[in-house]
T-cell receptor, first 115, second 113 residues
């Protein structure tokens, strides 16, 4: 079974530039998550989709971050304009819907450096 | 709301020694509990989870964890560690009925030969 695919693996941009990350979840997983992991901290949920609808985006800085999941499969996360404090690893995860628990499967992440 | 506190940011141990990584949580609702491991430059991988039933949960790679409801803890243990266990370990909770994970800040486990 293929895992969660993310690209690019690494990205370096200057502040005020824009950047986009892509995620392809495990086939059949209706729930997709984007997490931000700042160095030395645990992952923080930015946004959660179920199919192509948003379930939770309460911690997404909506003035600069946006995400979409067209057709309920792959997803993109965009930052515009980027700030120095956005330097982090952006993790995408997916899970099945309707189970008792939330076993999320994670991609390898995109490491963003804003200079 | 939920929060997770991992009491040690770094834990150095010698190879073949036992280890315990501590995790406490707070929540106003019932939660499921998880431990994830993150090897360098990798995504997170599930070690084990507690949903219900026996409070002692066994996971992959010889790890186990014990759920203590009265102390709201879910400590991770391994009786004998190997160099390959060097990684970052994250405790997480998920509110029952809401499919999302709230993570602690992580514990870096370093194994010395």
């Amino acid at each position: 079974e293929a895992g969660v695919a993310q690209s690019p693996r690494y990205k370096i941009i200057e502040k005020r530039q824009s950047v986009a990350f892509w995620c392809n979840p495990i086939s059949g997983h209706a729930t997709l998550y984007w997490y931000q992991q700042i160095l030395g901290q645990g992952p923080k949920l930015l946004i959660q989709f179920q199919n192509n609808g948003v379930v939770d985006d309460s911690q997404l800085p909506k003035d600069r971050f946006s995400a979409e999941r067209l057709k309920g499969v792959d997803s993109t996360l965009k930052i515009q304009p980027a700030k120095l404090e956005d330097s982090a690893v952006y993790l995408c995860a997916s899970s099945l819907v309707g189970g008792l628990d939330t076993e999320a499967f994670f991609g390898q992440g995109t490491r963003l450096t804003v200079v | 709301a939920q929060s997770v506190t991992q009491l040690d940011s770094q834990v150095p141990v010698f190879e073949e020694a036992p280890v315990e990584l501590r995790c406490n949580y707070s929540s106003s609702v019932s939660v499921y509990l998880f431990w994830y491991v993150q090897y360098p430059n990798q995504g997170l991988q599930l070690l084990l989870k507690y949903l219900s039933g026996s409070t002692l949960v066994k996971g992959i790679n010889g790890f186990e964890a014990e759920f203590n409801k009265s102390q709201t803890s879910f400590h991770l243990r391994k009786p004998s560690v190997h160099i390959s266990d060097t990684a970052e370990y994250f405790c997480a909770v998920s509110p029952q009925g809401a499919q999302k994970l709230v993570f602690g800040q992580g514990t870096r486990l370093t194994i010395n030969p």
